[in-house]
T-cell receptor
């Protein structure tokens, strides 16, 4: 079946550093979404991407929809302690179904 | 607050118990979803409802029984579960379930289920 490979699985960084994570697949997606999940909570939408090549920012977050429609990346600039959590990518396929990556666990050292 | 409310937040049940999870969305959406989230695994889609009609059952065992009485409410009835069913169960809603920009899914906080 369709799968997303999300990397890295985990990151431990110093406050103020920039972070980059990505998702790749052998399948084409119509929409890419990035979610963040805090402990004990459900995923919260960060950024939605609708067109190949699209680059979108949300504060310190920037995400891009790969030109091949098979990948996406998320960058976080100048990380702060509240950026801690699990980040998920999700791709929407032709049926409307979302396929999720395995998640990237981010820890930020003050 | 995402506009999707799940109750209870935590549930412990024995393998012979019957319990139900509840989800309510206040976003005016027409599609609702149940997902299972286990440690170290991607979110697994279980069921999709669109305008109260079930449109997807992702090969879920019959011990999980969904119910969608209206577009705002979704239930997951549980009976004779197994310990491996312990997980975080997430509900989500979207404006519609078809492939479009209107299929952005908003999640509840989940129910943490432990089966003893």
């Amino acid at each position: 079946g369709q799968q997303l490979n999300q990397s890295p699985q985990s990151m431990f960084i110093q406050e103020g550093e920039d972070v980059s994570m990505n998702c790749t697949s052998s399948s084409i997606f119509n929409t890419w979404l990035w979610y963040k999940q805090d402990p004990g909570e459900g995923p919260v939408l960060l950024i939605a991407l609708y067109k190949a090549g699209e680059l979108t920012s949300n504060g310190r977050l920037t995400a891009q929809f790969g030109i091949t429609r098979k990948d996406s990346f998320l960058n976080i600039s100048a990380s702060i302690p509240s950026d801690v959590g699990i980040y998920f990518c999700a791709g929407q396929v032709n049926t409307g179904k979302l396929i999720f990556g395995q998640g990237t666990t981010l820890q930020v050292k003050p | 607050e995402t506009g999707v409310t799940q109750t209870p937040r935590h549930l412990v049940m024995g393998m012979t118990n019957k319990k139900s999870l509840k989800c309510e969305q206040h976003l005016g959406h027409n599609a609702m979803y149940w997902y299972k989230q286990s440690a170290k695994k991607p979110l697994e889609l279980m069921f999709v409802y669109n305008f109260k009609e079930q449109t997807e059952n992702n090969s879920v065992p019959s011990r999980f029984s969904p119910e969608c009485p209206n577009s705002s409410h979704l239930f997951l009835h549980l009976h004779t579960l197994q310990p491996e069913d312990s997980a975080l169960y997430l509900c989500a809603s979207s404006q519609e379930s078809q492939p479009s920009a209107k299929n952005i899914q908003y999640f509840g906080a989940g129910t943490r289920l432990s089966v003893l």
